[in-house]
């Protein structure tokens, strides 16, 4: 194997020198960077909220010379991002040395009230305690004094969150400051409800009937249909009387509200002609249509029927809905001669389509064609209206009224038990004594309000909105 050295040191030596060249300017840039003062530049705001920008509000100084200052721009630390505070121990407004030049961040535009606050209720919506927090003192920090509308996206975010006690010391805040509205307690409400501290709903509703002299008519529907929602029957007929007295006129929507509040009670400890003389000013039979909320009429409460009826013995009404299979089963259950005997010749059969079903239905319909097409099927309005009109729900209703001497009718347990897929709605008035009561039961035993919709497969549910 022979060595070929001159190619060798050839390979080497240019090896080298590419080293030496690499070294050569290596050391000239270095001395150039050694010759003029370091840089500092401003950093960029990182997308993590968590680690806040540490330069936001920084002028730094640059000590070049002179010449090199020929473009600045300045910091506007009042329009400084939303939520962003600025770091202890920077020199924010610092004057510049001679020869010393400024670069910062553009300036933003002026702080828009506005959007902040939809910013804060999103934040609430979302469950983000946080940035609802931060943006609430960003308002505050640009000069602007607090608002209803500020303590209750405050209090809403907590509520989300489920911290009711922090929401229970945000309300005291916003009373102190005079700035509790209608708002405020439906808020607040509706958070201790379901929690079932019933005390304190109460008492909140007395505060709101002293505090806010014209709550809005929206206020009115959200504390009925919470009411509902949580059974408390007497303090809902408290709350109209007060909607009366304040001269509140009622929207469809309310009518929805009461016809729920109505339909569920239970355990009724009120006589029957003060419930009579609260209820009794509103129109259940009204066929016109809230156009804002999208609410169809509701039928009058079976409950109210019954109240409306002078007798001196125990007027009873029962209801019942289910299929129509279901339906006509029990026509021939009662078209026996033991049950005909036992309900007596004074009972009225009334059987017909469940109609508030069947206009939910037709809502439920409309809207779907609404966000699949703006212009529905295509077809004149007249010819499309009809063409709903044939749609409708699966549950039927059948209503008998008799007189009896007590307030129960135990024959219609026995009844429900024979056909279990019926749902039963037994109201029960004496107009002589006072005495009234209502109760819904399935298969021989009571259930509540949700679980009879639920049984019968309507097409709404008593929530709390």
């Known amino acids: 194997m022979t060595l070929d050295v001159a190619s060798l040191f050839s390979r080497a030596g240019a090896d080298i020198a590419m080293f030496l060249t690499a070294m050569l300017a290596y050391f000239i840039l270095q001395r150039v960077k050694t010759s003029v003062a370091p840089l500092k530049t401003i950093c960029k705001e990182p997308d993590d909220q968590e680690s806040l920008s540490e330069c936001t509000n920084d002028i730094v100084d640059i000590q070049t010379p002179p010449q090199a200052c020929a473009v600045k721009a300045k910091i506007d630390v009042q329009h400084q991002p939303m939520y962003h505070q600025p770091k202890k121990g920077k020199n924010v407004g610092s004057q510049p040395n001679k020869g010393v030049c400024k670069l910062s961040m553009p300036a933003k535009g002026p702080f828009n009230v506005s959007e902040t606050l939809t910013m804060m209720r999103n934040y609430a919506a979302s469950r983000n305690i946080k940035d609802t927090l931060q943006a609430c003192r960003s308002i505050q920090q640009n000069g602007v004094a607090a608002t209803s509308a500020m303590y209750n996206s405050v209090m809403q975010a907590w509520v989300n969150c489920g911290n009711i ?162 339906i006509n089963a029990l026509r021939v259950t009662l078209a026996q001669p033991n049950f005909s005997k036992i309900l007596g010749n004074g009972c009225i059969l009334d059987g017909q389509r469940d109609k508030q079903q069947d206009n939910v239905k037709r809502a439920q319909v409309a809207g779907v064609l609404r966000c699949v097409s703006k212009d529905g099927l295509r077809l004149p309005w007249n010819l499309e209206e009809l063409m709903l009109q044939h749609l409708g729900s699966n549950v039927y209703v059948l209503r008998l009224n008799f007189e009896g001497d007590t307030a129960r009718a135990a024959i219609f347990d026995d009844i429900s038990c024979l056909h279990p897929r019926l749902g039963f709605r037994h109201c029960w008035a004496k107009s002589s004594s006072g005495f009234c009561g209502q109760r819904t039961f399935s298969n021989g035993e009571e259930i509540d309000e949700a679980s009879f919709n639920r049984h019968i497969n309507a097409v709404h549910t008593n929530a709390m909105n």
Request: proline share 4%; net charge negative.
């Open 165 to 326: 006690w922090a929401a229970e010391n945000c309300m005291e805040e916003a009373k102190a400051a005079g700035l509790a509205d209608g708002k405020s307690f439906v808020i607040l409400i509706k958070a201790l409800v379901p929690i079932g501290d019933l005390e304190k709903v109460r008492t909140l509703l007395q505060e709101m009937k002293e505090k806010v002299p014209s709550p809005s008519i929206t206020t009115f529907d959200e504390l009925i249909l919470c009411l509902a929602w949580g059974g408390l029957f007497s303090d809902g007929i408290s709350l109209l009387k007060h909607m009366h007295e304040l001269g509140v006129s009622p929207a469809q929507s309310t009518l929805c509200a009461i016809a729920k509040l109505v339909n569920g009670s239970r355990s009724i400890h009120q006589r029957c002609g003060d419930i009579w003389e609260v209820l009794s000013k509103y129109d259940f039979e009204s066929k016109s249509i809230d156009q804002a909320s999208q609410q169809y009429p509701s039928d009058i409460p079976r409950f109210l029927v019954v109240l409306a009826h002078p007798a001196h013995k125990f007027f009873h009404d029962i209801e019942i809905k289910g299929s129509m299979v279901g």
